[in-house]
Nanobody, 125 residues
Framework: QVQLIESGGGLVQAGGSLRLSCAAS????????IGWFRQTPGNEREFVAA????????DYADSLKGRFTISRDNAKNTVYLQMNSLKPEDTAVYYC??????????????????WGQGTQVTVSS
């Protein structure tokens, strides 16, 4: 089993940057592919980015390519989401999730086995 804790959220002005972290417990962290999702009130959770077990393969929501970067450090059991050129529409609660399919990333929430509690990102205009 994996426990995930997100951090790094906060309030930032439009055009600024934030780096979110997803810290995982458990010795088998490198066996999981990891995804980031975000959710705003009244809306479904939407895919942001995903990374496979080694970090060698990544996937991004089309609208976020070029601004967001996902990476991982398996020695630290941590996945990062670097967010640049932030816009007010990026305001959401950001969640990380772990999938027990190390080489197969997914954009679907139901494919993930474990979820963190989320971290709030607010971008002011």
């Amino acid at each position: 089993q994996v426990q995930l804790i997100e951090s790094g959220g906060g309030l930032v002005q439009a055009g600024g940057s934030l780096r979110l972290s997803c810290a995982a417990s458990g010795r088998t962290f490198s066996s999981y592919s990891i995804g980031w999702f975000r959710q705003t009130p009244g809306n479904e959770r939407e895919f942001v980015a995903a990374i496979n077990r080694s970090g060698g393969t990544t996937d991004y929501a089309d609208s976020l390519k070029g601004r967001f970067t996902i990476s991982r450090d398996n020695a630290k059991n941590t996945v990062y989401l670097q967010m640049n050129s932030l816009k007010p529409e990026d305001t959401a609660v950001y969640y990380c999730a772990a999938r027990n399919r190390p080489y197969y990333m997914s954009r679907k929430t139901f494919d993930y086995d474990y979820w963190g509690q989320g971290t709030q990102v607010t971008v002011s205009s």
